[in-house]
Every structure is written in structure tokens, then in C-alpha cells.
């Protein structure tokens, strides 16, 4: 079986029990960081490529903000669209089905470690991205394990002991995110992250660790290109 298929059918299976993370409160500020670092406009169409069960699209719509999720599975879909959430594609993000220059900005959520190529990603990336604008990325850093969340598992638990109810499911998310992580190991080093992104033809504006320290996000913009931005500094 070729590796996206194994990576699709894995998160249909890990869709049944992937919500359990929103009993988590260092799984809402994640997603906070993320929404608060990319700074959406409600004229804006921004894209969260690898949407899972819509939970960063759910935070925004409530403010306003529209977006466009896409993912590979669709049982991740299926419960995105339960919680009323439209704009839901089907589609690998390494070939996005979208014209160039069509996106205010990006949003990619724990998805980079999951991708055989991510660097097909970050120029697909590049290409549905308007000049200008930003793309938020977080993703695992080479030496995160999931054991590493347990102090703020504990402290979730201390403020929100109905999680002992959900303990098969939670036993489950973390089993079949090993499996995933287990086929594609995709974790990387703050200069191998930066190395990709700059390829791809972002320039880096903030990188830094979230997500109890698990995590790099990356906050990163498709440059303007020199002609534009020698009219802008003249309109300035
Ligand atoms: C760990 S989940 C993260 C979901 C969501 N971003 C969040 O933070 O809750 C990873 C998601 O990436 C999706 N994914 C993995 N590879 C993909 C690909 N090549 N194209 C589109 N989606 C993909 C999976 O189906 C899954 O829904």
C-alpha cells in the first residue's frame, strides 16, 4: 500500500477518538497561539491545510473569519462538517487544488511530521499564498515525545478529573499517533525546519517552541516581490 493511503486510512481511525484533545486546555492555547499569530481579517479566505476534525476553523468562525480547511482523510472531514463547519476539501496538500496567489494566509497544525515530502507542501504553500502574507506553521521538533506532555496532562487532569472518563480514548489517540509518527517520522531540528522554509521562499519572521515545549511554530511571510515593493515604498 503506498505510504498516503496507510497515512489516510491511519487518521480515519484516529478521527473516532481524536476530539478527546478538547478536553485538554494546553490543546485550546495551542490553537489560540496559532489564530492569534497569523491575525486573520474578516475580509480575508485563509486555508488550514490539514484541518483534522475542524477544531482551529471552529475557533475562528466565531470570530469572523473564513476559512477553507482541507485534509487527506475523510472520516477527519466527515466529523469536521458534524460541528457545521462548510468550505471542507478532500485533497492531499502537497498538490492543492487552488490557483496561485489565492490565500491571506495559512495555517498548518501539527500535520509537516505526518508528510513524506513536506517540502512539496511548503511550495504548494508558497504558490496558494498571496505576496505578503503569512503562514503559521507548528509541528513536532526533533526531540519531542508524547511522554513529555505528562506534566501538562497532569495539570488538565487536576482542573478537569471528567478526563479519567475518557482515558481509553486518550490511550487510543496516543497509540495510533505513534503508529503515524512510527511510518513517517517526520521531526525536525529548529535548522532543518528553517532550512525547508526559506527553500520553499518564505522569509522567517518568528520561530519558537510551543505546545508544552513540544512543538516549533513557525511564523513565516511570502515576500512582496522587489518591483511591488519599490512602488509601495514610493506610495509611502
Ligand atoms: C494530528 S492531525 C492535526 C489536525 C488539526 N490540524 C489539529 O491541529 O487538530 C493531522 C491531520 O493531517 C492530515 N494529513 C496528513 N497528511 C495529509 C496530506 N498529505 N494532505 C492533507 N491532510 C493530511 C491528517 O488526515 C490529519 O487530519
Same mark, same amino acid.
Given at each position: 500500500m503506498k505510504n498516503k493511503e496507510i497515512i489516510r486510512q491511519m487518521n480515519n481511525e484516529h478521527s473516532k477518538v481524536?476530539? &478527546? &484533545?478538547?478536553?485538554? %486546555?494546553f490543546y485550546h492555547q495551542h490553537l489560540n497561539k496559532i489564530l492569534n499569530e497569523l491575525t486573520p481579517k474578516e475580509s480575508g479566505i485563509y486555508l488550514d491545510a490539514g484541518c483534522g476534525t475542524g477544531n482551529l476553523i471552529n475557533k475562528a468562525r466565531c470570530n469572523g473569519y473564513t476559512f477553507i480547511g482541507v485534509d487527506l482523510s475523510d472520516e477527519m472531514l466527515k466529523k469536521a462538517k458534524e460541528?457545521?463547519?462548510? /468550505?471542507l476539501v478532500k485533497a492531499d496538500i502537497t498538490h492543492l487544488p487552488f490557483r496561485n496567489d489565492y490565500f491571506d494566509g495559512i495555517t498548518n497544525v /501539527? &500535520?509537516?511530521?505526518?508528510?513524506?515530502? %513536506?517540502k512539496k507542501f511548503l511550495d504548494e504553500a508558497n504558490r496558494v499564498l498571496k505576496t505578503g502574507r503569512k503562514i503559521v506553521i507548528s509541528t513536532p521538533d526533533k526531540?519531542?515525545?508524547?511522554? /513529555?506532555?505528562a506534566p501538562e496532562f497532569i495539570k488538565s487532569l487536576i482542573k478537569n478529573p471528567k478526563i479519567f472518563l475518557r482515558m481509553r480514548e486518550i490511550i487510543d489517540y496516543y497509540k495510533i499517533n505513534k503508529d503515524i509518527i512510527k511510518e513517517n517520522p517526520g521531526f525536525y531540528p529548529k535548522d532543518k525546519l528553517e532550512e525547508m522554509v526559506k527553500e520553499s521562499g518564505f522569509d522567517i519572521n518568528k520561530i519558537e517552541k510551543v505546545y508544552a515545549g513540544q512543538n516549533w511554530l513557525v511564523v513565516a511571510k511570502k515576500p512582496r516581490e522587489e518591483k511591488e515593493q519599490g512602488l509601495e515604498d514610493k506610495v509611502n
Open positions: 481524536y476530539d &478527546v &484533545v478538547l478536553e485538554l %486546555p460541528k457545521g463547519i462548510e /468550505n /501539527n &500535520v509537516l511530521y505526518q508528510l513524506k515530502e %513536506p526531540k519531542a515525545s508524547l511522554e /513529555n506532555f
